[in-house]
């Protein structure tokens, strides 16, 4: 069976700190892919990264950063200098292959950035 | 700019009575999805269609059916809404290419069942 598991509810940091948000799965399946989506307060969820099991290079996108570690099952998110425009809710999502894109979510982190 | 677009943001009925939720993308992407949204419960899959005419059940297909007569619109169908079924509804949609795809997401429907 697949999971993922969010295990922070909810976070709040003060504006410019560093936060990191965790991601762990479980599956079985060697061939996966792992996502990342914002939902700010307007409810539409956004895209922010994509990354298949075969790459476990972390990536960075201007204050964000991703830390895959297939060892650990985990993939997990930075945001570097906090802003009050990063307040929002973050999901990670897991998509086994040849499911037809099937995607399980995890619940959800609620960020709260304080100016 | 890609986009999918549900036909109501808010939504109040009755209990008893059959709602339909539309959604539309115009990506011409082959996968749609209705998902719905509950505080710490996260995304649950309701149904996927992966063609026209084709569907699949998710996680909690109860209560709900759905219809995909044309590859851009998928509608969620709750035959007779109760009020457990309040929630937000999300619907996406993604393409068939090279491995999993992200999904692009509709800005929800919050339905209200009294």
């Known amino acids: 069976a697949q999971k993922v598991t969010q295990a922070q509810t909810e976070i709040s940091v003060v504006e410019k700190e560093d936060v990191t948000l965790d991601c762990v799965y479980e599956?079985?399946?060697?061939?996966?892919?792992l996502f990342w989506y914002k939902q700010p307060p307007s409810g539409e969820l956004v895209f922010l990264i994509r990354?298949?099991?075969?790459?476990?290079q972390n990536e960075i996108s201007g204050r964000y950063s991703w830390n895959f570690q297939k060892s650990t099952s985990s993939f997990n998110f930075t945001i570097t200098a906090s802003q009050v425009v990063d307040s929002a809710v973050y999901f990670c999502?897991?998509?086994?292959?040849?499911?037809?894109?099937?995607?399980?979510f995890g619940t959800g982190t609620s960020l709260t950035v304080i100016p | 700019d890609v986009k999918v677009t549900q036909s109501s943001r808010y939504l109040v009925k009755r209990t008893g009575e059959k709602v339909f939720l539309e959604c539309v993308q115009d990506m011409d992407h082959e996968n749609m999805f209705w998902y719905r949204q509950d505080p710490g419960l996260g995304l649950r899959l309701i149904y996927f269609s992966y063609d026209v005419k084709m569907k699949e059940k998710g996680d909690i297909p109860e209560g709900y059916s759905v219809s995909r007569e044309k590859k851009e619109r998928f509608s969620l169908i709750l035959e007779s809404a109760s009020t457990n079924q309040t929630s937000m509804y999300l619907c996406?949609?993604?393409?068939?290419?090279?491995?999993?795809?992200?999904?692009?997401f509709g800005q929800g429907t919050r339905l209200t069942v009294v």
């Open positions: 599956t079985r399946d060697t061939t996966y892919y």
């Open positions: 990354r298949n099991s075969f790459d476990e």
């Open positions: 996406a949609s993604s393409q068939v290419f090279l491995g999993n795809t992200e999904a692009f």
């Open positions: 999502a897991f998509s086994p292959l040849n499911t037809g894109n099937q995607f399980y």
